[in-house]
């Protein structure tokens, strides 16, 4: 690392809690009402742990309850504004540096799967992290999926 970007970093640590805390402050205000709405909820985290967040608000989908597709949500919360996406999460077990054995000192056992890999990719939908005071695009984010909802039979039927 360069020295000015240490610098700069060591600045930036100086505020590290207040930032995490104004992000989370913005994700409960938009995730409390979202994971009221039928088959919305955020993946879990023990109560004894907080929650960080690095680039993006991740909620988990269930179709059945929702009433439509995750897909069929995308499209309709990206009609009304919504900044959603999804990712493939690679599954770390595949990946070449494990099955390498110069990288280890002991011999690798690889899983042949990764339980809830295909849960996560088949289900989550992210969305944007709010780094300041954001009160008013957040709700205007909740009222888009609120609408979305409202809107659920048809969707279902498209």
């Known amino acids: 690392m360069h020295p000015f970007a240490a610098a700069v970093g060591r600045l930036q640590l100086r505020n590290l809690e207040a930032h995490n805390a104004l992000v989370r402050k913005n994700v409960r205000l938009q995730n409390d009402p979202l994971i009221q709405l039928p088959g919305l909820r955020e993946p879990h985290v023990r109560p004894d742990q907080i929650r960080s967040y690095y680039n993006a608000n991740m909620l988990l989908l269930d179709s059945a309850k929702a009433g439509f597709s995750r897909d069929t949500l995308v499209e309709a919360l990206k009609v009304e504004g919504v900044?959603?996406?999804?990712?493939?999460?690679?599954?770390?077990?595949?990946?070449?540096?494990?099955?390498e054995p110069q990288w280890w000192h002991h011999p690798v056992t690889i899983p042949t799967s990764m339980p809830g890999n295909d849960y996560i990719n088949g289900n989550h939908i992210f969305l944007p992290l709010f780094y300041g005071e954001a009160d008013d695009v957040i709700d205007q984010y909740v009222k888009a999926f609120q609408k979305v909802w409202a809107h659920r039979s048809q969707l279902a039927s498209s």
């Open 83 to 99: 900044g959603v996406s999804t990712w493939v999460y690679p599954e770390q077990h595949k990946l070449t540096i494990y099955s």
